[in-house]
Structure formats: structure tokens, C-alpha cells
């Protein structure tokens, strides 16, 4: 496998990035499989282009997986494979940043069990999960979905659980996000200035303190007070 280290969580918001979104056999990266790859790339915040592919997952999709995105076998049985299709997804996002809703703990790490398994490569891009961007920048909300986010927003939510659709919502959220966020809804001061991480408030031996969130890959460290 190449010997490049995975990317980092960023907070800090970013122009040029590929908003991204996957649907798969079920929850886990280990055992379940992607069934759809879908992705819009973003420069200068104006959309130049987008991705999206089905996938031949070589098994039956549970019932329970159909139920939530739509996604039948027969609609598989021609699509490529894994290999095929991340590879081109991959080679659509280059070395752009990666933006999706709840990535950190699901997305992020099917595209990293897949792509050391299928292609023996290391996916290195930085990226930018909008599930803590939006409970940072809009905590008055009881639940931080996607869907809760666009209906905050008033955008269309029809189509969602499918790939693209939901890229598509998720792209309108983060530049409205970016907004509050620009108004310093989250502080800047809350950003880390080596690798530009969440700093996350955490408890020591000593007390509070703020935290990197890439920790151990970043260190950094900052006294609360």
C-alpha cells in the first residue's frame, strides 16, 4: 500500500473541495459493501462538475438497505465494480478537499477500507465533515441531519438517501453554513493554526484545555482562559 498518511478532519472552510456522498450495503466498512459513488466538485464556490456511479456490490442488497436509499439488485447488476468505480471517483476528487454530511465516522472510512482493499492505495485527501460544522454553527436545532439542515435552510429535500441528491443538498448547506461562519458564529480561535483542525474543549490532569481533533497526527494544544 503507498505510504501516505490519511487526511486530516478540517474546520476552517474551504472555497474548492469535492462535496461527496455514498450509499451502501449497510453500516459496516468491513463487512458491507458501497452500492452508489456520487460527488460535485466545487471551485471558487461555483459547482464545475459532478460524479456519480453505481456499483456491482457481488452480493444481494438487504432489504433494509433498499428500504433507505431505493438501491435494487437489478439496478446494480451492470454497474462496475468497486474497484472501477472508486478508482474514477477518486480520480474526479485528485487531491481536492472532501466535504459530506457524517463522514468522520462512516463515509470516510468505507472509502478508506475499500480503497486499501481494492486499489492498495491510501486515500490522503483532507476533508470536512458539515455534521459538526452544523452542530457548531446551528445548535439550536433539535436533531442536525441532513434533511434537518435543508429544511432550516428552506431547500428541497426530495431524493434524499440518494447519492447525488444528497450531494446536491449538502453542497447548499455548507455554503449557507459558511456564511454563519464567516460572521464568526464559530470562532476562529476555535480552529487549530497548524493543521487546521476542530479544537475541541477536553479534560486533564490539569484542568480544561483545548484540544486538536486530529490528535495524535497533530498535537497542538491551547489553554481555556
Excluded: W
Excluded at 428500504?67 to 451492470?78: C, L, P, R
Excluded at 472501477?84 to 478508506?112: C, E, R, S, W
Excluded at 483545548?210 to 491551547?222: Q, V
Aim: hydrophobic letters at 40%; proline letters at 4%; aromatic letters at 8%.
Amino acid at each position: 500500500m503507498e505510504k501516505k498518511q490519511r487526511g486530516k478532519r478540517l474546520a476552517e472552510y474551504r472555497t474548492d473541495y469535492v462535496v461527496f456522498d455514498l450509499e451502501t450495503t449497510g453500516l459496516s466498512p468491513v463487512s458491507d459493501a458501497i452500492v452508489e459513488i456520487s460527488g460535485i466538485k466545487v471551485k471558487a464556490g461555483k459547482v464545475t462538475g459532478n460524479f456519480s456511479m453505481l456499483v456491482n456490490p457481488g452480493r444481494s442488497i438487504p432489504y433494509g438497505a433498499i428500504a433507505v436509499h431505493g438501491i435494487t439488485d437489478d439496478m446494480v447488476k451492470d454497474a462496475p465494480c468497486i474497484a472501477q468505480a472508486l478508482g474514477d471517483f477518486l480520480k474526479f476528487a485528485g487531491d481536492m478537499v472532501l466535504v459530506g454530511h457524517n463522514i468522520h465516522t462512516f463515509d470516510m472510512k468505507f472509502l478508506y477500507e475499500a480503497s486499501g482493499k481494492e486499489l492498495n492505495k491510501t486515500v490522503a485527501n483532507d476533508y470536512i465533515d458539515t455534521l459538526y460544522l452544523a452542530r457548531r454553527c446551528l445548535p439550536q436545532l433539535a436533531h442536525h441531519r441532513l434533511v434537518d439542515l435543508a429544511a432550516h435552510f428552506h431547500f428541497p429535500t426530495e431524493g434524499a438517501h440518494r447519492a447525488l441528491n444528497d450531494c446536491i443538498m449538502n453542497q447548499k448547506c455548507y455554503e449557507a453554513m459558511a456564511k454563519l461562519q464567516k460572521e464568526k458564529v464559530i470562532a476562529p480561535d476555535l480552529v487549530c493554526p497548524r493543521c487546521k483542525g476542530e479544537l475541541i474543549k477536553r479534560e486533564g490532569r490539569y484542568g480544561s484545555f483545548y484540544g486538536c481533533a486530529n490528535f495524535p497526527s497533530c498535537r497542538y494544544t491551547k489553554n481555556i482562559g
